[in-house]
């Protein structure tokens, strides 16, 4: 396994100085959050400019995207097809793996996600990519049942596991050990199951890393480990500090 850094760990830098921050953190990995309505780069740009998108993520040898993590605000169809295929090839070019976009919403009928889902699964396969869904509070992966259904009924469909949404969602911290057989990448940084604590210091939650690296490997899990801790307005704690404490402790258990 490899642990990496999201660059949404630094989202109130410019990307240039986020990827820089994560460098001087020793950090190999790139997780790149590619986000409409993020502060960093957006699908929109990577359609309109390539080649310029991939220069901004570009920094040198010692730090390499290895995954994208991608969320499209398109008016239509046929421009979310266009942006998501944008980026399939940016990752392409840029050596990243894996691309995760959110499920849609718990509201939205399975059979219709099912659809919408397996021509992006076609698309990032061409490029040679693996597709990911993130499980996450509010779509329809948010119970472990909704996000391994959609895995076995979309061909090549795999997850991105952030387990902070099961211990703090409606799952309300039971087994999420059914989805593990389809982990494809894996979003960690602690969790408290009260309200207000989606986001707490490194150990002080209640995120069982020992245990979410056990069942990976005994699955043969030789992917990514993205921090993923969220830079909020008003954090209650240096983020370098925690994002730095969280890579020790990831590497220290692989």
Do not use: W
Not at 31 to 37: G, L, N, P, S
Not at 93 to 106: D, R, V, W
Not at 111 to 125: F, G, I, K, N, T
Not at 189 to 212: H, K, L, M, N, S
């Amino acid at each position: 396994m490899f642990v990496g850094c999201s660059t949404l760990c630094f989202a109130r830098f410019p990307l240039e100085r986020a990827l820089r921050i994560i460098g001087e953190l020793e950090f190999g990995k790139l997780d790149v959050a590619i986000h409409e309505r993020g502060p960093h780069l957006k699908p929109s740009e990577v359609l309109a400019d390539p080649a310029m998108a991939a220069q901004r993520i570009r920094i040198g040898p010692s730090l390499t995207p290895a995954a994208f993590s991608v969320e499209i605000d398109a008016g239509t169809a046929d421009e979310y097809l266009d942006q998501f295929r944008a980026v399939c090839r940016l990752a392409r070019l840029s050596t990243a793996s894996t691309i995760t976009i959110p499920a849609s919403p718990s509201g939205f009928g399975m059979d219709q996600e099912v659809a919408r889902l397996r021509p992006l699964v076609q698309l990032a396969e061409t490029e040679g990519l693996v597709l990911t869904v993130l499980t996450r509070t509010g779509t329809l992966t948010e119970l472990p049942a909704g996000a391994r259904e959609l895995c076995e009924r979309v061909r090549g469909l795999y997850l991105t596991l952030d387990p902070s949404h099961y211990v703090a969602g409606p799952n309300q911290g039971a087994s999420h050990d059914e989805v593990y057989p389809f982990v494809k990448h894996v979003h960690l940084r602690d969790t408290g199951r009260a309200p207000g604590q989606f986001q707490v210091r490194v150990g002080q939650g209640e995120i069982e890393y020992g245990r979410v690296i056990a069942q990976l490997q005994r699955l043969g899990y030789d992917r990514l480990l993205t921090v993923a801790i969220h830079d909020i307005p008003d954090a209650p704690f240096a983020m370098d500090a925690e994002v730095r404490k969280l890579k020790y402790l990831l590497e220290s258990l692989v």
